[in-house]
C-alpha cells in the first residue's frame, strides 16, 4: 500500500521563528489533507490540497503530485501552533479510508 | 454550524460492559467513517459507510460493530470491551469526491480507557 513519511519527526521553535513541515507519499493520491491536531486531541483541518498552492493567514501549504510530495509552511510561529501536523492521503478506491502519515510534533516557546 | 459531534467525550469503564459511541454530523454527508488513534500506530479505521445501510470494514474492525439507519449519525458499539480497545475514538465524515473519501471532518474524539 501507500507510505505517508513526514519529517521531521520534531521540531521545536522559538516563537517567531519560520518552519517548513514535508509531507512524502510514495504513490500517486486522490487528495492530501493537512491537519493539526492540538494539545486536547482535537483534529482541525488546516488545508484540503490535492494539488497548487493555499495560504490561509500564517500557513501556507503547497502539493507537488507530480512529485509527490507537500509541504507545509508555519510563519511567525505563536506557542498556540504547539501540536501535531499530520498530513492525509487518499488514493482513488472507493471507500478507503484517509492514509495518515505518523506527524511532526512542533513546540513553539514564548 | 457546520460539525461533527462525539458523546461521550470521555469514558472508563470495564472488560466486557457493552458500550455505544454517538457519532452525528450536520452537514448532509454521505461517507461516515471511525478511526483509533494510538501512540505510535497513528491513526487505523475501523468502520466506514457510504451511505445509509451501506457500512464496511476497515483495517482494524474486530471488536467492534456499526449501524447507519440515519444518514446524520453512525454510531459505535463495542458489545463486550477489552483493554486493547482502550484508545481516542475519532468520528468523520465528507461528502464522497473523484473515488474517495474526499475531504473529511473530524469530530472532537472520544477517549476510552477499558479497565
Known amino acids: 500500500g501507500i507510505q505517508v513519511e513526514q519529517s521531521p519527526p520534531d521540531l521545536i521553535l522559538q516563537e517567531g521563528a519560520n518552519s517548513t513541515l514535508r509531507c512524502n507519499f510514495s504513490d500517486s493520491v486522490n487528495n492530501l489533507q493537512w491537519f493539526h491536531q492540538n494539545p486536547w486531541g482535537q483534529l482541525i483541518n488546516l488545508f484540503y490540497?490535492?494539488?497548487g498552492t493555499k495560504q490561509n493567514g500564517r500557513l501556507s501549504a503547497t502539493t507537488v503530485a507530480t512529485e509527490r510530495y507537500s509541504l507545509l509552511y508555519i510563519s511567525s510561529s505563536q506557542t498556540t501552533d504547539s501540536g501535531v501536523y499530520f498530513c492525509a492521503v487518499d488514493v482513488n478506491q472507493a471507500g478507503t479510508a484517509l492514509i495518515f502519515g505518523k506527524g511532526t510534533t512542533l513546540s513553539v516557546s514564548s | 454550524e457546520a460539525q461533527v459531534t462525539q458523546n461521550p467525550r470521555y469514558l472508563i469503564t470495564v472488560t466486557g460492559k457493552k458500550l455505544t459511541v454517538t457519532c452525528s454530523q450536520n452537514?448532509?454527508?454521505?461517507?461516515m467513517s471511525w478511526y483509533r488513534q494510538d501512540p505510535g500506530l497513528g491513526l487505523r479505521q475501523i468502520y466506514y459507510s457510504m451511505n445509509v445501510e451501506v457500512t464496511d470494514k476497515g483495517d482494524v474492525p474486530e471488536g467492534y460493530k456499526v449501524s447507519r439507519k440515519e444518514k446524520r449519525n453512525f454510531p459505535l458499539i463495542l458489545e463486550s470491551p477489552s483493554p486493547n480497545q482502550t484508545s481516542l475514538y475519532f468520528c468523520?465524515?465528507?461528502?464522497?469526491?473523484?473515488?474517495?473519501?474526499?475531504?473529511?471532518?473530524f469530530g472532537p474524539g472520544t477517549r476510552l480507557t477499558v479497565l
Open positions: 468523520a465524515s465528507s461528502t464522497p469526491l473523484a473515488g474517495g473519501p474526499g475531504e473529511q471532518f
Open positions: 452537514m448532509n454527508h454521505e461517507y
Open positions: 490540497i490535492p494539488s
